[in-house]
């Protein structure tokens, strides 16, 4: 250990004295630097992932360059014979070496911790990113350090040793990309070894043990290659190759092991990597085995996070079985599940089989609840007096609110009443959006008779007076008031008539909303019927009121006008009847003054999605708002002035790279 140490001492103490580790350094930092000023100024400041993945870059291509003279120096000098001639054993020079190394990489990596620093000045960065990314690049380094003393160990000269450690760590950077290319065999474990593929997760926020093993395994693996390269230089023994050989087949296990075993830590803010409640719930429920397979090409890129999705839902199921399956490889088990198209899931459960086009975590929920609901009610949308287009992906068309319905695992269809006039029996829900034509008086009758026997609607419009519609809705307690919801306080795109709605009443279809964005709305009111529960769901700030006319430019308060807040959706639920004399039976209607709510141009807008999705489910009797949206980066606002970003800009790419340059002068200085 003395001897490891003073090689260590001695290796740390002639890099940090010479000129061009510090001229390297500075490099590295304008480098980095700016990028860093192009990602502020892009407005993504606050998502490090792209500066990390610089950074690695830049790692790959600077270390090499550090690292080439390790043995190739000791070697041209004859450092290396007269130190062999000592009690310095193979093994502490070559762990001496890569220890100080490893040491010098640190040192370049945390000067990229003061991006993060500088950032947070001017507003919240996500410390738990900036940690995983950081640990990602350390080891990383340790990789590329252990790779560089292996190229200086064969090569004859400096300039060979660096190129070839370059090609080297190149080639592993870019294993996924030559499957992609090539269609290569043993792709998967191509893939394996990728170093991309396995620092990604890293720079996004998510320390995954078995990356973490894999790095130590490549940094353990080409040190060992180091010492019995030197060691058969020195004349060692060559008998000793069965002791590396065993050295790297315990090395390889542990590998394998970790990957299938080890589990993972999201450090992100936003959870980005962890399973949603809805989903840990579903699994909850399974208490008989259940199986999934997903189908992914082994060169498809997503296969990686499919794999770690279903690696996490097994460990919390112990009744779940998941496997990714090549369905080129697997061609006769892909024919006879009647798989036609990649990245498709196919969930079985005794003789129940679900498919579900995509593998990620929406997708794979979606599956699971379809598979485990008892009664399949379907949603159906209706169609014939002017409503909104069911597939159209116009502006004003729903066709984003269907496919989202589909993806959460609900039967979506289209209904238009013909001479016969029926609803489904599987039928649950009846949605209506923003219809422009009176109801027939046959119709009428039929959709009380579809509440009366357990069914439900959801109808969302600003319907205009007159319309039979409303003579429909009031026999739920409905009414609409003969106004325009005015918001000058709390709007969208600064519109005073696309209010922002944020005062959600204590309801199951509402419980987890932050914010609703409307246009053109009509203002509700209820009246007392019946048999008949209601309560309101939305409603507008105290700043609001009901506008009566519209002709004025700049809509004004007055005496014919209604003040604020004012209701914008409402719940009713009629009693139908009871289930062993203590459960009640109800029909349910769900009604929002604006049509406009689900169409494409304002599906995603705010928390509508949310309110659509979540009424749906609770309409169904599927319990509370159990919908999960697409996670997605937190971004926080960052707004720099001319002055800030000049400052920042100077600070990174100019000002902590002069003060690396003026060390490496005091070294010169000192060393005339």
């Not at 219809?435 to 600003?462: A, C, H, W, Y």
């Not at 944020?502 to 209820?526: C, I, M, Q, W, Y």
């Not at 708002?625 to 002055?643: A, D, E, Q, T, W």
Request: a neutral charge; charged letters at 20%; one cysteine or more.
């Amino acid at each position: 250990m003395k001897n490891m140490y003073l090689i260590f001492s001695r290796e740390l103490s002639m890099t940090l004295k010479s000129v061009s580790f510090y001229v390297i350094a500075a490099i590295l930092m304008v480098i980095n630097g700016l990028f860093f000023s192009s990602i502020v100024e892009s407005g993504a400041g606050t998502n490090l992932s792209t500066l990390f993945r610089i950074e690695a870059l830049v790692l790959m291509l600077f270390l090499p360059a550090i690292t080439m003279g390790a043995f190739v120096k000791e070697k041209l000098s004859g450092t290396y014979d007269f130190l062999m001639t000592t009690s310095l054993s193979t093994f502490e020079f070559v762990a001496g070496k890569f220890l100080a190394y490893n040491v010098i990489a640190s040192i370049l990596i945390f000067t990229t911790a003061q991006y993060p620093f500088w950032l947070n000045i001017f507003t919240d960065v996500d410390g738990g990113r900036v940690l995983a990314g950081i640990s990602g690049l350390l080891l990383f380094a340790f990789a590329l350090v252990s790779i560089g003393l292996f190229s200086s160990a064969v090569a004859k000269r400096q300039v060979v040793a660096s190129i070839g450690a370059f090609f080297l760590a190149l080639m592993f950077w870019c294993a996924q990309s030559l499957v992609r290319l090539f269609s290569l065999p043993l792709s998967s474990h191509i893939r394996s070894v990728s170093f991309f593929e396995r620092f990604i997760p890293f720079a996004g926020g998510l320390f995954d043990y078995a990356d973490s093993v894999f790095f130590i395994f490549v940094s353990l693996f080409f040190l060992t290659m180091s010492w019995v390269v030197l060691h058969v230089f020195r004349g060692g023994e060559k008998k000793q190759w069965l002791k590396v050989i065993m050295v790297l087949f315990i090395l390889f296990f542990v590998q394998a092991i970790c990957d299938r075993e080890l589990s993972r830590v999201d450090l992100t803010e936003e959870g980005l990597f962890t399973l949603s409640d809805p989903m840990k719930t579903v699994l909850s429920e399974i208490t008989e085995p259940l199986k999934i397979i997903a189908f992914i090409r082994s060169s498809d890129p997503a296969r990686t996070d499919v794999d770690g999705i279903l690696r996490e839902m097994s460990s919390l199921s112990k009744f779940l079985d998941c496997s990714i399956i090549d369905p080129y490889v697997a061609s006769d088990l892909a024919k006879k599940l009647k798989i036609t198209k990649e990245r498709t899931a196919v969930f079985s459960i005794k003789d129940r089989v679900v498919r579900s086009r995509g593998c990620n975590e929406v997708k794979l929920l979606s599956g699971l609840r379809r598979l485990l609901r008892t009664s399949q009610k379907s949603v159906c949308f209706l169609t014939g007096h002017g409503e909104r287009d069911f597939l159209s992906p116009d502006p004003d068309g729903i066709r984003m609110f269907v496919e989202s319905l589909a993806a959460a695992g609900l039967t979506v269809a289209p209904l238009k009443f013909t001479k016969s006039i029926t609803i489904p029996q599987n039928c649950g829900t009846l949605v209506v959006v923003a219809p422009q034509t009176d109801l027939l008086e046959r119709e009428m009758v039929l959709l009380n008779s579809f509440v009366d026997k357990g069914g439900s609607l959801l109808i969302l419009t600003e319907i205009l007076p007159g319309r039979n519609w409303e003579q429909l809705l009031a026999g739920f307690g409905f009414g609409f008031e003969n106004v325009v919801l005015i918001d000058p306080a709390s709007n969208i795109r600064g519109l005073p008539t696309e209010p922002i709605i944020t005062d959600f009443r204590n309801h199951p279809s509402v419980s987890t909303l932050e914010g609703v964005a409307l246009r053109g709305v009509r203002p509700l009111k209820l009246t007392l019927v019946k048999g008949v529960r209601k309560q309101g769901l939305l409603y507008s700030s105290q700043a609001s009121w009901g506008e009566s006319s519209l002709n004025d430019e700049i809509p004004v308060f007055d005496d014919n006008d209604i003040d604020g807040p004012l209701m914008v959706a409402a719940v009713a639920e009629k009693t139908i009847g009871w289930r062993n004399g203590s459960e009640e039976l109800t029909g349910r209607v769900i009604v929002i003054g604006d049509g406009d709510i689900a169409s494409n141009q304002s599906f995603n807008d705010l928390s509508n999605a949310e309110l659509l999705l979540g009424s749906t489910e609770w309409l169904l009797g599927y319990g509370e708002n159990v919908i999960m949206l697409p996670k997605g980066f937190l971004c926080r606002n960052l707004y720099l002035s001319k002055g800030q970003f000049n400052l920042l800009f100077l600070v990174s790419v100019i000002g902590v790279p002069f003060i690396a340059l003026i060390m490496g002068f005091i070294v010169w200085f000192f060393q005339r």
